[in-house]
């Protein structure tokens, strides 16, 4: 029998998030420095939101003026509704529910403390691994 994936081995554990009180610049270049699209946004220990790199474009936006953007902060640009799931949860049931509600982002509670991100991303890298395991040969030279 083959084992399906589960969601903690697809996931981002432990994902760079930021405080809702950190400057919007801070965050934005946060998201660059570690190379990723989505930051979970706290208070503390609980998940508030979730900023994304769309959420910075829509701060940018004709509007805001450069004084204005330094003043906002992570927490006021993030989306507080948001989709979490428990670590547990079946991946294919969590990827089908990414689908039906056309999100790129779950984030992955454990006990109700952030334990991961699973990303769109993250999903389609497993997919891509998964498919070069079942599929291609393991001598193939196109194998990176």
Not at 5 to 29: K, N
Not at 35 to 59: N, Q, S
Not at 129 to 143: A, F
Request: negative net charge; aromatic residues 2%; charged residues 20%.
């Amino acid at each position: 029998m083959r084992h399906m994936p589960t969601l903690a081995e697809v996931m981002t554990a432990f994902p760079v998030h930021v405080e809702e009180q950190m400057p919007l610049p801070e965050a934005a270049g946060l998201m660059r420095a570690h190379d990723c699209h989505h930051l979970p946004v706290m208070d503390h220990h609980t998940v508030v939101g979730l900023l994304t790199t769309e959420d910075l474009r829509l701060a940018q936006q004709p509007g805001h003026s450069v004084n204005e953007l330094q003043e906002l902060t992570a927490g006021d640009m993030c989306r507080r509704q948001l989709k979490q799931v428990d670590l547990h949860t079946r991946l294919d049931v969590v990827l089908m529910g990414m689908a039906e509600q056309n999100i790129n982002a779950v984030l992955v509670m454990r006990q109700d403390r952030l334990a991961g991100i699973l990303t769109s991303q993250d999903a389609c890298r497993a997919f891509a691994l998964w498919l070069q395991k079942e599929y291609l040969p393991d001598d193939d030279p196109g194998i990176a």
